[in-house]
């Protein structure tokens, strides 16, 4: 159960990224948003010796591509191998998402966890990727898209964590046209070392 404080720690960061994405663009400002939330977080929330708890992971999502402008909407799924390992306060990940109106991202990037008590992991994220498949109702611009993403997640006994997310993929005005995309999935993270006792 989350203390009192930390309820409000994640009550004013909620009520920051609201302000950041209010407003006519919405989610176009997730990028800015992220980094916003990250320093933010690393500023209110105190060490908490779980961090060194979580082994790397296997990341498994799915969920709705391109569900707020609604110009390609489609089903998207990925996988991402998350790293234990930190550069300063950051871990490495490598991901590989396919869409199933044919678009493809590939990638890696760093990422950070963020702990309320044991149990609430917050993880904001970025990554830059390799786009392949523009469709004739969205070409988001230009080859390489970065994807700045935020997750809160449940983490179990065992490690592993259930989670919502929210990506956005902009091309960071890389080509003249600059449409960006969101992505609204479900994560389920499982320690790496649990898939490579199946083998």
């Not at 199933?100 to 044991?118: A, E, H, K, P, T």
């Not at 994220?125 to 070409?139: M, R, Y």
């Not at 970065?146 to 091309?171: C, K, M, P, T, W």
């Not at 960006?180 to 083998?199: C, D, Q, R, V």
Request: charge should be negative; glycine fraction near 6%; charged fraction near 20%.
């Amino acid at each position: 159960m989350l203390s009192l404080l930390a309820k409000n720690r994640v009550n004013l960061i909620m009520h920051s990224f609201d302000m950041l994405t209010q407003g006519p663009h919405q989610l176009k400002n997730l990028t800015y948003s992220c980094f916003f939330l990250l320093w933010l977080t690393l500023f209110f929330v105190s060490t908490s010796s779980t961090r060194a708890d979580d082994p790397e992971f296997i990341t498994f999502s799915g969920g709705l591509f391109d569900f707020n402008r609604q110009k390609d909407e489609g089903a998207e799924f990925r996988v991402e191998y998350r790293s234990n390992e930190k550069l300063w306060l950051f871990k490495p990940f490598a991901v590989a998402s396919v869409v199933n109106n044919g678009m493809s991202f590939w990638g890696g990037g760093v990422l950070l966890d963020i702990y309320f008590g044991r149990r609430l992991v917050f993880t904001p994220s970025f990554a830059p990727t390799l786009w392949f498949g523009e469709t004739d109702d969205l070409d988001l611009g230009h080859v390489i898209e970065f994807r700045s993403q935020i997750e809160i997640a449940y983490r179990f006994d065992n490690r592993s964590r259930l989670g919502l997310s929210v990506s956005h993929y902009s091309n960071a005005s890389l080509a003249d046209e600059n449409p960006g995309t969101e992505s609204l999935l479900l994560n389920y993270s499982m320690p790496f070392k649990n898939l490579a006792n199946l083998f």
